[in-house]
């Protein structure tokens, strides 16, 4: 199998990359400027020259928070840009996998969303990717919609690779505790991605919206299981003794050496119900 995933730098496409390697799948990952968002007209050539068998639209415009001063832009990306990518795809006969996220919700309900609930997004973004999956929907029948939340990976910036930098230097760290969500793995979504890839080719008729979720967790819980993982590889810097793994990490306390017990919380392959799988992929 072929794909084309827009983006090359963000974290789904670079894990699609890493993930499709291992199972044998060509991704050709497409990105400025031969692919720009902001530039409707390049789409479509971009994904022809690709010669994929279907499409996966990664890229997007995530900051949350500067969307609020450049809604244009944000609205252009997510939005149109999106709706480019799917009748880019209808016209070429391909499935589309469009990835939105839990930004479409209003946040309020006291448990986990569920792909059926009401969508009410409250800010700039949140709007924005909504009008995304509305002009996916609109340009093409042979559609998958993915919801994903709170994305973390070894690749680029994202909060549990800041909290595991900030734990390397401070001996405590503030982090909001009335904020929660479903930590997932890029790696993760990616591994979804294929599957979902593999479905729309077999079974087109199966296209739906699905959501990632890996269980309800707070900010400050992804913040502490990081900071009881660094302690775990040899504590804070300056720090000396033999590394003690948290308990709730899944790794067994053996006693080893710090440098020892780096390598093994690094390298250790979690159990789907672990509390944050892939933690153990990403380096300080």
């Not at 971009?46 to 010669?51: D, E, G, P, T």
């Not at 939005?79 to 480019?84: I, K, T, V």
């Not at 559609?143 to 405590?172: C, E, Q």
């Not at 009881?228 to 308990?247: E, F, I, K, N, V």
Request: with cysteine.
């Amino acid at each position: 199998m072929r794909i084309a995933v827009t983006g090359t730098k963000g974290q789904v496409a670079q894990a699609l990359q890493e993930r499709g390697r291992d199972r044998g799948v060509e991704v050709v990952a497409l990105g400025r400027p031969d692919l720009d968002l902001m530039a409707p007209a390049t789409v479509a050539p971009a994904l022809r020259a690709a010669n994929a068998e279907v499409v996966v639209n990664a890229a997007a415009y995530t900051a949350v928070d500067k969307a609020e001063s450049e809604p244009e832009v944000v609205d252009a990306v997510n939005a149109r840009g999106a709706g480019a990518v799917a009748a880019a795809a209808s016209a070429l006969g391909l499935p589309l996998v469009h990835l939105s996220t839990d930004y479409v919700f209003a946040g309020d309900l006291d448990r986990p969303y569920r792909e059926d609930d009401p969508t009410g997004p409250r800010g700039a973004y949140g709007r924005s990717k909504l009008a995304g999956e509305a002009a996916v929907a609109a340009a093409t029948p042979d559609h998958a919609i993915l919801r994903t939340a709170w994305v973390y990976s070894p690749f680029g910036a994202n909060f549990v690779k800041s909290m595991l930098r900030l734990a390397a230097t401070r001996d405590t760290i503030g982090v909001v505790a009335d904020q929660h969500g479903s930590p997932t793995s890029a790696l993760d979504i990616a591994d979804a991605v294929l599957q979902v890839c593999t479905n729309l080719r077999a079974r087109p008729e199966d296209a739906t919206l699905r959501d990632f979720s890996h269980g309800r967790r707070g900010l400050h819980d992804v913040g502490a299981v990081c900071r009881s993982g660094l302690r775990g590889l040899g504590g804070a810097a300056g720090t000396r003794g033999p590394g003690r793994a948290d308990p709730d990490l899944g790794l067994p306390d053996g006693g080893e050496a710090p440098g020892q017990l780096a390598a093994r919380f690094r390298e250790a392959a979690f159990a789907p119900s672990s509390r944050f799988a892939g933690l153990a992929r990403i380096n300080r």
